[in-house]
T-cell receptor, first 113, second 112 residues
Framework: DTAVSQTPKYLVTQMGNDKSIKCEQNLGHDTMYWYKQDSKKFLKIMFSYNNKELIINETVPNRFSPKSPDKAHLNLHINSLELGDSAVYFC????????????FGPGTRLTVL | RKEVEQDPGPFNVPEGATVAFNCTYSNSASQSFFWYRQDCRKEPKLLMSVYSSGNEDGRFTAQLNRASQYISLLIRDSKLSDSATYLCVVMNLKAAGNKLTFGGGTRVLVKP
């Protein structure tokens, strides 16, 4: 069974469109994250939710809006897509269990044309 | 200055050789340290945690130097399957959300 799943895996879209990426974890973790990995391969945190509550909101354009309907899901909606939004977006979840454990989803490769 | 810095490489390593590389971090409040491995077009996966006294996991040895604020990873008897990007990761337990801060990765290419 996949621990952290994301859909879609690939997303190609035109500038100005609005798109969503979905993430689900079946690990029972309390905390979920969105990370962005750009072309230079740096992974940067964007958002974090703990039990549906937003706890990390890094400097991200407000075109990006996370939504957590329950603690197993964290979706990312992006309005008015720009070329610079092209990247791989990774969802992750974590739990403190004898030390912190993180699991990452397989990533969503977003290409904005 | 980036919070976590790594030599991007690539480190070209003959199969069977030993390779080592470091990572420096700037936030002295960082308390937990990890090495993650990322294969091309895949998600990062935990390779090992790094403990204060240093630790070993098979062919992999991790060290932490708090005074100089760096961690290191050494790979012995390199295998072709060790080819990957190795991400240095730090965490500040006092920061909200227990976020992981990643370095840019060190690319390792093991060749026959």
């Amino acid at each position: 069974d996949t621990a952290v799943s994301q859909t879609p895996k690939y997303l190609v879209t035109q500038m100005g469109n609005d798109k969503s990426i979905k993430c689900e974890q079946n690990l029972g973790h309390d905390t979920m994250y969105w990370y962005k990995q750009d072309s230079k391969k740096f992974l940067k945190i964007m958002f974090s939710y703990n039990n549906k509550e937003l706890i990390i909101n890094e400097t991200v354009p407000n075109r990006f809006s996370p939504k957590s309907p329950d603690k197993a899901h964290l979706n990312l909606h992006i309005n008015s897509l720009e070329l610079g939004d092209s990247a791989v977006y990774f969802c992750a979840s974590s739990q403190l269990a004898g030390g912190f454990v993180w699991f990452f989803g397989p990533g969503t490769r977003l290409t904005v044309l | 200055r980036k919070e976590v810095e790594q030599d991007p490489g690539p480190f070209n390593v003959p199969e069977g050789a030993t390779v080592a590389f470091n990572c420096t971090y700037s936030n002295s409040a960082s308390q937990s340290f990890f090495w993650y491995r990322q294969d091309c077009r895949k998600e990062p996966k935990l390779l090992m945690s790094v403990y204060s006294s240093g630790n070993e996991d098979g062919r992999f040895t991790a060290q932490l130097n708090r005074a100089s604020q760096y961690i290191s990873l050494l790979i012995r008897d390199s295998k072709l399957s060790d080819s990957a990007t190795y991400l240095c990761v730090v965490m500040n337990l006092k920061a909200a959300g227990n976020k992981l801060t990643f370095g840019g990765g060190t690319r390792v290419l093991v060749k026959p």
